[in-house]
């Protein structure tokens, strides 16, 4: 059997090159992005879905462009921060607050759970001492006696036992807790002192969180809220892309950070490591290192929130973004970008209690691998449309 010559193949190949790819081929104007994928904009959402999104809990963030970045003559600023322009085509809602301890418990159960160990304040361990001879061997007040006890008395548990202590204590009348040693209204301020440690406890933000175990939070919370019929129609949670973690973070504010007037950064309006001048950034700023995580109570916040109403965007915890870590594009408008489509590492954004000010700053950036967990690293979500 005789093959077709050579020629004829490489005839084909040429045919094939110049017309089977031909719709491949685009001519963009100047200035303009080619995308594979085409830009459509996503139907508005009903009444109905917009009663599914908590006002509470997310804000809403409307598509715009900003200048992502920092200028290169900005403090703290490293060469990774190039800037340029990004347009966020599709609007998104984000979480005001990070996740906290008690709405990780309140998506995982059983090994998943996170309990927060903490030392019981002195007057509360008394308490429960006198509750522990007086109760039944096994129950919750027992546990304090075996407890670890510091130099100031006070007694090391953790927030599932705490937890159940309370649930006993609601049930007690105030005449049984009286001691020897004080009255009722006594008791029951040492019962709320418990009460308020614990909650400083569960509502802190939910740390030593890696970047799979943050997306196994999204889907989990996905798909819960799927179930109950609570999620807006083409909606999912979601890590938020560095492009719309910074956009929401400046809320219009081109300065070093989103606060204020967006020139001073220190312990005064973030929980930074603002305990020293060269950690600050601004003139004004009185020097503040609280040295922990501060607690979120969505009712009673104890940092003003940027302009579009979201807190804690800078300082608390570093917060893990969806995208790999990478250079910028190098286009002269990027649009709704999702960083690299592979890499060894992570964008994590925001700063820390534990870092300076620079560290914090709107365009700060930080990289680690994905499989990383530690104190000063958590997250919060987004309410939004999938990425592509």
């Known amino acids: 059997m005789k093959h077709p010559p050579l020629s004829i193949f490489l005839a084909l190949a040429f045919l094939f090159?110049?017309?089977?790819?031909?719709?491949e081929t685009v001519s963009l104007p100047s200035g303009e992005t080619y995308h594979p994928f085409p830009l459509q904009s996503p139907p508005a959402l009903s009444a109905r879905d917009l009663n599914l999104v908590d006002p509470k809990t997310f804000v809403k963030v409307e598509a715009g462009?900003?200048?992502?970045?920092?200028?290169?003559e900005e403090r703290g600023r490293n060469n990774t921060e190039t800037s340029h322009r990004v347009r966020i085509t599709r609007p998104y809602f984000i979480s005001k607050f990070e996740v906290t301890v008690k709405q990780w418990n309140e998506i995982f159960t059983g090994a998943a759970k996170k309990e927060i160990e903490f030392f019981v304040p002195r007057e509360c361990v008394e308490l429960l001492g006198w509750l522990a001879q007086k109760g039944k061997p096994g129950d919750p007040f027992s546990e304090i006696e075996s407890a670890e006890k510091n130099s100031k008395g006070e007694a090391l548990l953790n927030t599932a036992q705490v937890g159940k202590i309370i649930g006993l204590l609601g049930n007690l009348k105030p005449q049984q807790l009286r001691g020897s040693s004080w009255p009722p209204q006594e008791a029951s301020r040492r019962v709320d002192l418990l009460r308020s440690s614990w909650l400083d406890n569960v509502n802190l933000p939910v740390t030593d969180v890696s970047y799979g175990q943050a997306q196994s939070f999204c889907?989990?919370?996905?798909?819960?809220?799927?179930?109950?019929?609570?999620l807006p129609k083409g909606l999912i949670y979601r890590l938020p892309t560095e492009a719309e973690w910074e956009y929401a973070c400046r809320a219009g504010n081109p300065g070093v950070c989103g606060l204020d007037e967006g020139n001073e950064l220190s312990g005064m309006n973030a929980n930074i490591n603002g305990g020293s001048r060269g950690n600050v950034i601004g003139k004004n700023a009185l020097l503040i290192n609280r040295q922990k995580l501060m607690p979120i109570f969505p009712e009673k916040p104890k940092l003003k929130p940027n302009a579009w109403g979201i807190h804690d965007m800078h300082g608390n915890v570093m917060e893990w973004c969806y995208d790999f870590f990478g250079e910028y594009p190098d286009e002269e408008l990027s649009i709704d970008p999702i960083g690299p489509i592979r890499g060894a590492k992570r964008v994590l954004r925001g700063g820390s209690f534990l870092r300076p000010a620079q560290s914090a700053r709107s365009a700060a950036r930080e990289s680690l691998e994905p499989s990383w967990r530690g104190s000063e690293i958590g997250f919060r979500v987004v309410l939004g449309y999938p990425l592509r």
């Open 17 to 23: 090159f110049c017309f089977g790819c031909s719709d």
């Open 65 to 72: 462009d900003f200048t992502m970045g920092s200028p290169p």
């Open 219 to 230: 889907y989990a919370k996905t798909s819960e809220a799927h179930k109950i019929g609570a």
